[in-house]
């Protein structure tokens, strides 16, 4: 019998944590598989990777190996470390798995797809490492909305122009690109396209904010997921010049997930934003940013 162990790990795990530890999950279920002379065709590890996502590295290699039929075997310590997703258990364990041969364990729950009758208790540990999820999202959207309410920036990055303050939640002005965010604003106010400005930051081997957080040492990624253009293009500027954040007013919450389980991100309308003034130090004056506004808006009548 050929057996493939996987172990997961995330922060979701909370207090768990350590005990749960990959090496931990690892040692048990080798010596599980071992006593009862088990061939070990892989072991198959995510860390920090929650256990509602499908998009798991080790994860999707093992259900390519599994429909290939190259193990017979699944084990794991848990059903949750599998997936704490419902849709998921019933996929993989109640109708692939079966479909390819492959039998699943998870030990420290006693579920075995070879025992007859174990099959509701799969389906309510499912159902119950699923509320525990919903339970969890439901409370950390919480505590970031009451954060997000006092004028706390909780955003992984900045935004251009800003720094992280040592104290938590607050944005300072980053000098260097806060003097790029006032040349856009004069520029535009004195009659230069917001392609003509492009040009001029392009050609002048000015970094934009993409390349520009990358030269300090930010782990930042493009959305779009393309390599890194050091080109200043027309939405990059454009974001820029009707950002009211510009003038001391923290706004967040514009886009959320409609669910915990969803990977897509809708936008919100602005009465559901979370806006809170005189936060951080202005880099343009509120007038200015007026001004520009009007001028945008004239401009697209």
């Given at each position: ?64 190996d ?19 997703d ?26 075995d ?41 909780i955003?992984s ?142 401009k697209?009548?």
């Amino acid at each position: 019998m050929k057996c493939a162990i996987y172990c997961r790990l995330s922060k979701e795990d909370g207090s768990d944590h350590e005990s749960e530890s990959i090496q931990n999950q690892k040692s048990l279920l080798l010596k599980y598989a071992l006593d009862r002379d088990w061939e070990i065709f892989n072991i198959y590890s995510d860390e920090d990777y929650s256990g509602i996502s499908s998009k798991r590295p080790a994860f999707s290699q093992l259900i390519n190996d599994a429909e290939s039929k190259r193990f017979d075997i699944v084990l794991c310590k848990t059903q949750s470390r599998f997936t704490r997703d419902m849709e998921q258990v019933e996929k993989y364990i109640h109708k692939l798995f079966p479909l390819w041969g492959i039998r699943f364990i998870a030990v420290a729950d006693n579920a075995d797809t070879a025992v007859k009758g174990n099959k509701k208790a799969r389906q309510i540990a499912g159902l119950v490492n699923e509320w525990y999820l919903e339970d969890l999202s439901e409370n950390i959207r919480s505590v970031l909305d009451h954060k997000r309410r006092q004028g706390l920036f909780i955003g992984s990055f900045p935004l251009y122009g800003y720094a992280k303050s040592s104290e938590k939640g607050r944005l300072v002005p980053d000098p260097e690109a806060a003097d790029i965010v006032r040349r856009i604003y004069t520029l535009y106010l004195s009659g230069n396209s917001i392609y003509a400005i492009c040009r001029i930051l392009s050609n002048e081997n000015i970094p934009n904010p993409a390349t520009y957080k990358a030269q300090k040492g930010e782990a930042f990624r493009p959305s779009t997921g393309k390599s890194f253009s050091s080109k200043w293009n027309k939405t990059t500027v454009s974001r820029i010049l009707t950002n009211e954040m510009y003038t001391g007013v923290m706004i967040q919450g514009r886009r959320r997930k409609p669910s915990y389980k969803s990977d897509y991100i809708a936008s919100v309308s602005r009465d559901e934003w979370f806006i809170v003034e005189n936060t951080h130090e202005a880099i343009i004056a509120p007038d200015i940013f007026s001004a520009v506004q009007e001028m945008i808006q004239s401009k697209r009548q």
